[in-house]
């Protein structure tokens, strides 16, 4: 599986858009770009996933590059309650399960 | 609710005691995962099942023991042997491995 790379803290103001970048220059074909968050103490929560095609759904956007070597988390409307780590993970589909979570992005939102 | 549920959320070990942690879905999810958690650190795998009486290790298994007798549950026993239990263990599903996985809200292991 790809490596990813995340800058280890932001900040958003409260009601803005939070853009969460990620590297993933090593990715290949088949793998998919998967995003969760855990908030303290709690387990990950699934946000969203794409291959190539930029997806949106009820939490948030995610934008693939057209050489898939980066993506964006787009959380339209920052709130205090999206305060987390943000983990970025590539998985393949032929893979045994396994997510290879990194140190993730700390995300605090600030009123 | 459809969902993933852990128990306890806190448990406590005494030196060389076997404990048991429950993990129990009902989204009728083949695949089931089991990840520990240390502080300031990502998920590392333990064991993993992808369908009934089977079951395979991942990164982390020694001290550890699994079974899955039934499609909804996926017990992990953290042996005398695993001699630094103290983390974050965390239960997942999915409908196959190569499917998206959810997460229960995790149990917390605390050595005595």
């Known amino acids: 599986d790809a490596k990813t790379t995340q800058p280890p803290s932001m900040d958003c103001a409260e009601g803005r858009a939070a853009n969460l970048p990620c590297n993933h220059s090593t990715i290949s074909g088949n793998e998919y770009v998967y995003w969760y968050r855990q908030i303290h103490s709690q387990g990950p929560q699934y946000i969203i996933h794409?291959?190539?095609n930029n997806e949106t759904n009820e939490m948030a956007s995610l934008i693939i590059t057209e050489d898939r070597k980066s993506s964006t988390l787009i959380l339209p409307h920052a709130t205090l309650r999206d305060t987390a780590v943000y983990y970025c993970?590539?998985?393949?589909?032929?893979?045994?399960?396994?997510?290879?979570f990194g140190q993730g992005t700390t995300l605090q939102v600030k009123p | 609710d459809g969902g993933i549920t852990q128990s306890p959320k806190y448990l406590f070990r005494k030196e060389g005691q076997n404990v048991t942690l429950s993990c129990e879905q009902n989204l009728n999810h083949d695949a089931m995962y089991w990840y520990r958690q240390d502080p300031g650190q990502g998920l590392r795998l333990i064991y993993y099942?992808?369908?009934?009486?089977?079951?395979q290790k991942g990164d982390i298994a020694e001290g550890y023991s699994v079974s899955r007798e039934k499609k909804e549950s996926f017990p992990l026993t953290v042996t005398s042997a695993q001699k630094n239990p103290t983390a974050f263990y965390l239960c997942?599903?999915?409908?196959?491995?190569?499917?998206?996985?959810?997460f229960g809200p995790g149990t917390r292991l605390l050595v005595l």
């Open positions: 794409g291959l190539k």
């Open positions: 993970i590539v998985t393949s589909s032929s893979n045994t399960g396994k997510l290879i």
């Open positions: 997942a599903s999915s409908w196959g491995t190569a499917e998206t996985q959810y």
């Open positions: 099942s992808q369908i009934v009486n089977d079951f």
